[in-house]
């Protein structure tokens, strides 16, 4: 695949296997496309075989133009590269033009297809030259920790002040230092039919998901509805633990998920269709046995001119992060912090989320998107929505497979 921007492979990288096929429902798979169709769940899982290269942002947003003091007031101040491990298929090549214009520092852009091969780049970086900064999902940033390979950021260096709050979750943070800097988000909420199910932020819930009201018309993806069915047991009370100290261990997630799983037969009546990818999620609400779902926001999105709405319960969205961690072994440390205050700016965080198909993190970012996403952002995530978010704590292998299994006894049933 021919690079995205910046120079290509301009540190040693050594051949990896492809991903496993056997891998397990990952965060990414909230990753489609708002602007193009439906992506199956297989390439979600391998980027590089199947996502389609685009920027539609990055140009009408101006990204040539980003003009922040802090990036301005230190324009060449620094020279040389930064290289950054990223993920494979996106057009990122605007935004490293309009960082080396502001800086001086040319942008090393290495493509990976998903998270074990960029795990597995860094391991041989730390033992040589190699990248300064990657970009892993939040939930699985323990497993880079427990490796040893990153340093923390300094925090007066980042440009923290432009972040909007609701992004800079405890979870960044390790024995008091931060190793991770949000780039882009995304999040599981309530899709509705705007006709028959009408809902509003505030009262909708999740709990609506098991209501007798919506029997035989609910849409969700086995996994995140028996977490939602945690969730709402938890807010009722009726668990012995906090539903996230199931991601801890084995034994503790069995106990609270044996709970789920025997309310959720219950209430399977509620359930008109299962789905494992966005076209079947698509699908359910486009057939009109599905009025009420828990979806990702890109599938909502789609279904906008079908007169569905989408909106974070009040327990809160479903989410997940995505970020930049520095490595120990990094050469261009000044220059990796410089590209964290440039990608932070308003425009710059529109224009990334717009290429990348996911939701920027600086204040100020929304109004900048295509006024379409802008619009249904703001609806779906209102007042408090952002702070509320539910963000997926880390998932070990453990824990997927365990899940996995879950969710075939609910269907099953």
């Not at 502001?102 to 990976?112: A, D, H, L």
């Not at 809902?199 to 996994?223: H, I, N």
């Not at 974070?312 to 969205?317: I, L, M, N, V, Y």
């Amino acid at each position: 695949m021919e690079p995205t921007g910046g120079k290509h492979a301009a540190f040693p990288l050594i051949p990896l296997p492809g991903p496993s096929p056997a891998r397990g429902e990952g965060i990414y798979m909230g990753l489609a496309s708002r602007f193009r169709g439906p992506m199956s769940t297989a390439s979600r899982h391998h980027p590089r075989l199947t996502r389609r290269a685009f920027l539609r942002g990055a140009a009408a947003l101006g990204v040539g133009t980003v003009a922040s003091p802090a990036i301005v007031s230190q324009s060449f101040s620094s020279s040389g590269e930064l290289n950054y491990l990223g993920w494979s298929g996106y057009d990122f090549s605007a935004l490293f033009r309009s960082f080396t214009e502001k800086t001086g520092i040319t942008v090393n852009f290495v493509e990976q297809p998903d998270q074990e091969a960029m795990l597995a780049q860094a391991r041989i970086a730390s033992q040589g030259v190699g990248a300064d900064i990657v970009e892993p999902s939040i939930d699985r940033l323990p497993e880079w920790l427990q490796a040893d390979l990153l340093q923390p950021w300094d925090d007066g260096n980042v440009g923290l002040d432009l972040y909007d709050k609701a992004f800079l979750t405890g979870s960044a943070m390790h024995e008091g230092r931060r190793y991770f800097l949000p780039v882009v988000w995304g999040a599981e909420a309530l899709a509705y039919a705007r006709q028959t199910a009408p809902q509003a932020y505030g009262t909708a819930s999740l709990a609506m998901l098991f209501d007798d009201k919506y029997r035989g018309k609910v849409t969700l993806r086995p996994s995140t509805g028996l977490a939602a069915m945690g969730r709402v047991l938890e807010a009722e009370g009726k668990l012995p633990r906090p539903w996230l100290d199931g991601y801890k261990d084995e034994a503790t997630m069995r106990r609270l998920w044996d709970l789920a799983l025997a309310e959720a037969v219950r209430r399977k009546a509620m359930i008109g269709q299962f789905w494992s990818s966005e076209n079947e999620a698509l699908t359910a609400f486009r057939s009109k046995v599905c009025t009420l779902g828990l979806t990702w926001d890109t599938t909502a999105l789609a279904l906008a001119g079908d007169d569905v709405g989408f909106v974070a319960p009040k327990e809160g969205a479903f989410g997940w992060l995505q970020g930049y961690g520095l490595l120990k072994t990094a050469r261009n440390a000044e220059q990796a912090h410089e590209w964290a205050r440039f990608i932070v700016t308003p425009e710059a965080s529109a224009a990334y989320a717009t290429a990348f198909s996911a939701n920027p993190v600086a204040r100020g970012a929304v109004d900048r998107l295509d006024a379409k996403l802008r619009d249904f952002l703001r609806a779906a995530y209102p007042d408090d929505a952002l702070s509320k978010i539910w963000w997926l704590p880390a998932q070990p292998p453990w824990f997927v497979a365990l899940r996995g299994e879950y969710a075939q006894k609910w269907q099953a049933a």
